[in-house]
Every structure is written in structure tokens, then in C-alpha cells.
């Protein structure tokens, strides 16, 4: 029964520079995946943009992605837009991020446990099981954990362990391969979750924003409402791509000065 399934949140980190249809997506097929295990019901989906310190070339004001991502989710009734990660002075490590939402989730569901809250609520039960919160990602988040001097070994094993990650494959990336490359992952296999997605969808930020400077159209790549925002602020022209050009990635400067090991060492 779908009372006996532990209430699950699902956590999208990233730079949605913008968001894409392919970024909500994965939220629908996520959910699909999870409820299918029969062990989960998923009660709600947050974005998380990242804050303008990350340093990414092309990066716009935090302000014009968050407007973005809320226009994008108006029509979803499960999926919300979080402003915290955003409003950070300096970019917040993913399970930084993870510990922060999971404290208030676990907090949400005490104040209602407390209140005996009726079935409308997510949480509706003292008795329910304490709600999860996952992190929802692309194949190509896996492969990430690859690269020198971008990840700590502890918040891999932290947020594999304590949270659990959602991975929708995309394109040719076998993230069955990254799990199997990597001991940590593989050490927490089942709290790794991989999502086929067989209906396939390219869509990329990247090529809506080299289509978007080159003046061509986006039409049914992202929503009407984010192109029109698009066009209303004048953002992602060649002025704006170059934003942050030549800056290195925030990570690799912060993760610079903390002990970095490979994964598999």
C-alpha cells in the first residue's frame, strides 16, 4: 500500500543557465521510476540553482534563473523552485546542500507528526516513515566524480550513503559503468538508482544558449514563458557568454586547499 512507502523528496542541483524541458523531464521520470520500486512515494521535487559564485562561463544572475525556473514549474503541482542554494556569497557544496534541505524536510515532518496531521499533508502520519531526500541527476553527474580535485571522498560517501542518488541515463552515457568504475559507488550500489529514459531527449543548455546568441529559435526546447522572459531581460547574447570567462570553477579553487584522493584509492 502506498501508506506503507517512505515519503521521498527529490533534490536537482545545477546551474539551470536555463532550464531546460529536459531539466523538468527528469523529475516525471524520476517519479515513474521510484513509485515503480514499490518502496517509495514521492511527495516532492525541489530545483536548487546554484549561486553566481560557482564561476561558470556563460553564467547569468542568479535572479534571472531562479525567475526562469519558476515560470518553467508554474504548471508543475509536486515540483518547486528553492531560492537557498542561490543566495549563498559562495558556492555550496552539493551535500552542503543536501544536509540543508534534509534538515528542513525532517523538520516539516516532526511539525506535522506533532500537529497529527490529516492525509491531505505530505507527511500525514506520526506513525508514517521518516521521509528521504535524494539527489536527482544526469549520467553525466556520475562521471563527474572522476575528475581531479572536483569532489571530497567523504561527501561522495556521505551522499551516497546518508541521501541516495536518482540518475536518468542520457544519450550514450552508461552511468551502470560509472557505478562499476568507482568502489565507492559501487560499495552503495543500492542506494543508487538508475533511470532509463527511452523516449530520448538531447536538449541541452548549452545548445539553447548558442542557439539563443545566434538569434534562432528555441521554440518547444524550453517554455514560451522562459523565451519570452529571455527576450524581455536580453539575456544569453555574446556579451553575456562571456561572463565569467577565464575564471575557474569555484570548486576546483575551494576543493584546492582540502586533501584530495582518487575515489578508488
Known sequence: MASC?????????????????????LFELARDHMHSTGRFEVVG????????GYGKQGLVPAKHR????????????????????????????????????????????????????????????????FPQ???LCGADFLSSFKIPGLWLDDHVEELVQRFGLVCVS?????????????????????????????????????????ALRRDQSVKYLIPDSVIEYIHQHELYTEDSERRNEGTALRPLIKQA?????????
Open 66 to 129: 531562479i525567475s526562469m525556473a519558476k515560470l518553467a514549474l508554474q504548471s508543475s503541482n509536486w515540483v518547486t523552485v528553492d531560492e537557498w542554494e542561490s543566495q549563498q556569497p559562495d558556492w555550496t557544496e552539493t551535500v552542503v546542500t543536501m544536509r540543508y534541505h534534509h534538515g528542513r524536510i525532517l523538520k516539516e515532518y516532526e511539525q506535522s507528526a506533532g500537529r497529527h496531521s490529516d492525509a491531505s499533508e505530505n507527511f500525514a502520519s506520526p506513525s508514517s516513515p
Open 45 to 52: 521535487g525541489i530545483v536548487s540553482p546554484v549561486s553566481d
Open 170 to 210: 542520457r544519450g550514450s552515457l552508461q552511468p551502470e559503468r560509472a557505478v562499476h568504475e568507482s568502489d565507492t559507488l559501487f560499495r552503495h550500489r543500492r542506494n543508487v538508482f538508475l533511470v532509463r529514459e527511452w523516449v530520448r531527449n538531447e536538449t541541452s543548455a548549452t545548445e539553447i544558449r548558442r
Open 5 to 25: 512507502r517512505v515519503p521521498l523528496v527529490l533534490l536537482a542541483c545545477g546551474s539551470f543557465n536555463p532550464i531546460t524541458n529536459q531539466h523538468m523531464r
Open 133 to 135: 531526500l535524494k539527489l
Open 257 to 265: 586547499h582540502q586533501p584530495i584522493k582518487s575515489l578508488d584509492d
